[in-house]
């Protein structure tokens, strides 16, 4: 009886011409990928299949560990967040290795596609929005600070865009927190106003669920946040704050209330 031919877990897709070199490169990265999800490199439980014109390396595992291998690296891929929140080390040398060959993969238009026999392949471009998501989870940030206790803030920011990665890829929408771009997820009640504040360009108030950084006293992980609520920030002009100053002074010297009353009056009125 012919032995059953092994199925493919996933493959990495390169619009470039398959030459020696980057045929070599491409399957180091896919073995680096799954020796960080767990796959021993002494042991054969995956075979990589190369391609001869435009560059493509399958992987079919052959074991029960090559398999759980592959698919940590597929779920990566999916949802690099949530990858590291329920796998922090593993995630983390994935994101190493990826990393590491981020000009390999944003230069030849790389792709990962996942395509289960019978159905359509679902495909994740790994270029530059995708390998910034994974920047922070490979560039040192201790993960451990994924088991930190949860907090809640607030911000005050314009929504860029709100979409997917990829087919297969949980909805985010980028905002800017401490000067940079994220990606973040959000709970499903948020959707319709995210995609409104994101046409209208509106500031938006956001309240999110945050990770402390334990080595950085005050700050957050912003990209492990999460929106939670979502609504509109109705900016105030400078002659609305003058005449909330005026009203708050009325009742005597301006200061002579806590400053922590005087900002929550304020606040009421944004």
């Given at each position: 009886m012919a032995q059953r031919e092994p199925a493919t877990a996933f493959e990495v897709r390169l619009d470039a011409p398959a030459t020696p070199e980057l045929v070599l490169k491409t399957a180091q990265l896919v073995s680096a990928m799954l020796e960080a999800a767990g796959q021993s490199s002494s042991d054969p439980g995956v075979t990589l299949e190369v391609f001869n014109y435009n560059t493509r390396?399958?992987?079919?595992?052959?074991?029960?560990?090559?398999?759980?291998?592959?698919?940590?690296?597929?779920?990566?891929?999916?949802?690099?967040?949530?990858?590291?929140?329920?796998?922090?080390?593993?995630?983390?040398?994935?994101?190493?290795?990826?990393?590491?060959?981020?000009?390999?993969?944003?230069?030849?238009?790389?792709?990962?596609?996942?395509?289960?026999?019978?159905?359509?392949?679902?495909?994740?471009?790994?270029?530059?929005?995708?390998?910034?998501?994974?920047?922070?989870?490979?560039?040192?940030?201790?993960?451990?600070?994924?088991?930190s206790p949860l907090a809640e803030t607030e911000e005050i920011t314009q929504v860029l865009r709100v979409g997917r990665s990829s087919l297969n890829a949980e909805m985010t929408a980028r905002i800017v927190v401490n000067g940079e771009p994220y990606d973040l997820p959000f709970e499903a009640s948020c959707k319709a106003q995210l995609f409104a504040l994101a046409e209208s360009e509106k500031l938006a108030r956001l309240r999110l669920e945050v990770v402390t950084d334990p080595q950085r006293q005050g700050?957050?992980?912003?990209?492990?946040?999460?929106?939670?609520?979502?609504?509109?920030?109705?900016?105030?002009?400078?002659?609305?704050?003058?005449?909330?100053?005026?009203?708050?002074?009325?009742?005597?010297?301006?200061?002579?209330?806590?400053i922590e009353d005087i900002v929550a009056d304020l606040e009421d009125r944004w």
């Open positions: 390396v399958l992987v079919h595992p052959r074991n029960r560990q090559g398999r759980s291998a592959a698919a940590k690296v597929v779920r990566f891929v999916a949802d690099p967040v949530g990858a590291a929140r329920k796998h922090p080390s593993e995630a983390q040398l994935i994101a190493q290795a990826m990393s590491g060959s981020r000009r390999l993969l944003v230069d030849r238009k790389a792709n990962f596609v996942v395509a289960p026999k019978g159905s359509n392949p679902v495909q994740t471009q790994l270029d530059e929005p995708f390998l910034d998501s994974v920047r922070g989870l490979a560039e040192g940030e201790p993960l451990k600070v994924l088991l700050s957050i992980l912003a990209k492990l946040s999460r929106i939670l609520e979502v609504s509109a920030f109705e900016e105030m002009s400078g002659a609305e704050f003058m005449q909330s100053m005026q009203r708050l002074a009325e009742a005597g010297p301006l200061f002579s209330r806590p």
